[in-house]
Antibody
Framework: EVQLLESGGGLVEPGGSLRLSCAAS????????LSWVRQAPGTGQQWVSS????????YYADSVKGRFTISRDNSRNTLYLQMNSLRAEDTAIYYC?????????????WGQGTLVTVSS | DIVMTQSPESLAVSLGERATINCKSS????????????LAWYQQKPGQPPKLLIY???TRESGVPDRFSGSGSGTDFTLTISSLQAEDVAVYYC?????????FGQGTRLEIK
């Protein structure tokens, strides 16, 4: 069974940095587009970023472009999100998610999430 | 960006009764090339990640009980729970994957009356 396990969240001051990781198992890692989706307290989900299976193409929401960097290590079956210049509005649970199929499709597997809190 | 608007914000239904949740997109999410609506529904319980229930607007994910069904096309969609069970208490979200950025509805909280 597919499992996604996020780590790396925590409390950081505005302007600070964090690196999130997502360890995957139960799938042929390099075959899948992976994404980060976040959920601020009491709100719905917001797509943040996606990366193709090879890592050759990356996509970002306008709200994080230039501050966040998505990457992957296919030899370690691990997805990353480097978050710089963090703002209070980045406070959220960050989920790693896999799409059902290549291209645009629903998210069929989600990790349990890791909480990022940006506050002084 | 496509705006997804759900209604109602919250809903209380008696056990065994029908629950209906609506989702409206600001533009059509119907792909003309394959005649499929790029719309999914998720269930989220407290402290858990979202769980995929429905994709292509009406296709039930494997393992999802058949009391859950999705309908609609273009810009107007509905998630129906035919006979509410206690374990269905959750927040439900719609999601359009027609284009980037993918966007989600704000959620509908379903409770027992």
């Amino acid at each position: 069974e597919v499992q996604l396990l996020e780590s790396g969240g925590g409390l950081v001051e505005p302007g600070g940095s964090l690196r999130l990781s997502c360890a995957a198992s139960g799938l042929t890692f390099s075959n899948h587009v992976l994404s980060w989706v976040r959920q601020a307290p009491g709100t719905g989900q917001q797509w943040v970023s996606s990366i193709t299976g090879s890592g050759g193409s990356t996509y970002y929401a306008d709200s994080v472009k230039g501050r966040f960097t998505i990457s992957r290590d296919n030899s370690r079956n691990t997805l990353y999100l480097q978050m710089n210049s963090l703002r209070a509005e980045d406070t959220a649970i960050y989920y790693c998610a896999k799409r059902r199929t290549a291209g645009q499709s629903a998210f069929d597997y989600w990790g349990q999430g890791t909480l990022v809190t940006v506050s002084s | 960006d496509i705006v997804m608007t759900q209604s109602p914000e919250s809903l209380a239904v008696s056990l065994g009764e029908r629950a209906t949740i609506n989702c409206k997109s600001s533009q059509s999410v119907l792909y003309s090339s394959n005649n499929k609506n790029n719309l999914a529904w998720y269930q989220q319980k407290p402290g858990q990640p979202p769980k995929l229930l429905i994709y292509w607007a009406s296709t039930r994910e494997s393992g999802v009980p058949d009391r859950f069904s999705g309908s609609g096309s273009g810009t107007d969609f509905t998630l129906t729970i035919s006979s509410l069970q206690a374990e269905d208490v959750a927040v439900y979200y719609c999601h359009q994957y027609y284009n980037s950025p993918n966007t989600f509805g704000q959620g509908t909280r379903l409770e027992i009356k």
